[in-house]
């Protein structure tokens, strides 16, 4: 099994800027598709940004004017880089992995989440 772990939410001002890491380890044979899912109360979970290992991405469009997102696979590490922050950007924000390649629906590997609050 892939451990997936989080970090860089918080609380930022409407209009800031954040960027969230996701550091994956443990036991698996290749990590296709890295990915960042959110949810907010009350709201079914939603993709935000996936890419593949070959750098192929696909981002929801309330998002992909303003969000981007890129992998180190020497590092085995996906980052989102969040622009242009708006209070509804605000929500758990989960990492996900999968071994296929698949851009759409998100893989069985879940990281614990990072909490990304825009105050306005």
């Known amino acids: 099994q892939v451990q997936l772990v989080e970090s860089g939410g918080g609380l930022v001002q409407a209009g800031g800027s954040m960027r969230l890491s996701c550091v994956a380890s443990g036991m698996y044979y290749a990590l296709n598709t890295l990915g960042w899912y959110r949810q907010a109360p009350g709201k079914q979970r939603e993709l935000v940004a996936a890419i593949t290992h070959g750098g192929t991405s696909k981002s929801a469009d309330s998002v992909k004017d303003r969000f981007t997102i890129s992998r180190d696979n020497a590092k085995n590490t996906v980052y989102l880089q969040m622009n242009s922050l708006k209070p509804e950007d605000t929500a758990m924000y989960y990492c996900?992995?999968?071994?296929?390649?698949?851009?759409?629906?998100?893989?069985?590997?879940w990281g614990q989440g990072t909490q990304v609050t825009v105050s306005s």
């Open positions: 996900n992995a999968d071994e296929l390649y698949e851009l759409t629906r998100p893989g069985p590997n």
